[in-house]
T-cell receptor, first 115, second 112 residues
Framework: DGGITQSPKYLFRKEGQNVTLSCEQN?????MYWYRQDPGQGLRLIYY???????QKGDIAEGYSVSREKKESFPLTVTSAQKNPTAFYLC??????????????FGAGTRLSVL | SQKIEQNSEALNIQEGKTATLTCNYT??????LQWYRQDPGRGPVFLLL???NEKEKRKERLKVTFDTTLKQSLFHITASQPADSATYLC???????????WGAGTKLIIKP
């Protein structure tokens, strides 16, 4: 069953704590993305990765970190430096190449709340 | 400044009618424009893509138009059904990198 799996579905963070959101894909896609979604706003890009061992900051990278050690995995860490982490986090992937047209495939999301 | 705007108010449509959603943008030059559907608590799902040199694209009951002069895309659902109720997002692709620019979405409610 191909797709993108995000876990956990719900996550609670205590003040000063780092938390890691998991994202795994078995679509053999090269590019992966992390977005943050807040009510009434468009998806905002946190980080993206076009290939293994390489990633770039998006528009709101401060307070977040990522790694891309395997093609299938792109975990996101929300650090204690992110002062307003409560949001819905979405991971996506996209195949490379001109025919792919940057169509993105999303996981089911992780809802992060602060305790 | 660069903006992409979708109607922030929910759109209420009677079942069987055509629903039309709008996506307007300023100061972008998109090579492609995409539409996605998002259900509550779920990730967006890709529906349709239209290129800058295409006027219209259809898929079953869905139709997308793209007017680069007006800087606008319209998304139509004909013979709407309650199951079409969701939030619909538009996204611009300027074609220069892997990034999409997202609208905030319009919530569509189809009433039986």
């Amino acid at each position: 069953d191909g797709g993108i799996t995000q876990s956990p579905k719900y996550l609670f963070r205590k003040e000063g704590q780092n938390v890691t959101l998991s994202c795994e894909q078995n679509l053999n896609h090269d590019a992966m993305y992390w977005y943050r979604q807040d009510p009434g706003q468009g998806l905002r890009l946190i980080y993206y990765s076009q290939i293994v061992n390489d990633f770039q900051k998006g528009d709101i990278a401060e307070g977040y970190s990522v790694s891309r050690e395997k093609k299938e995995s792109f975990p996101l860490t929300v650090t204690s430096a992110q002062k307003n982490p409560t949001a819905f986090y979405l991971c996506a992937s996209s195949p490379s190449g001109e025919l792919a047209k940057n169509i993105q495939y999303f996981g089911a999301g992780t809802r992060l709340s602060v305790l | 400044s660069q903006k992409i705007e979708q109607n922030s108010e929910a759109l209420n449509i009677q079942e069987g009618k055509t629903a039309t959603l709008t996506c307007n943008y300023t100061n972008y030059s998109p090579a492609y424009l995409q539409w996605y559907r998002q259900d509550p608590g779920r990730g967006p799902v890709f529906l349709l893509l239209i290129r800058e040199n295409e006027k219209e694209k259809r898929k079953e009951r869905l139709k997308v138009t793209f007017d680069t002069t007006l800087k606008q895309s319209l998304f139509h659902i004909t013979a709407s059904q309650p199951a079409d109720s969701a939030t619909y997002l538009c996204a611009l692709d300027e074609g220069s990198n892997y990034q999409l620019i997202w609208g905030a979405g319009t919530k569509l409610i189809i009433k039986p």
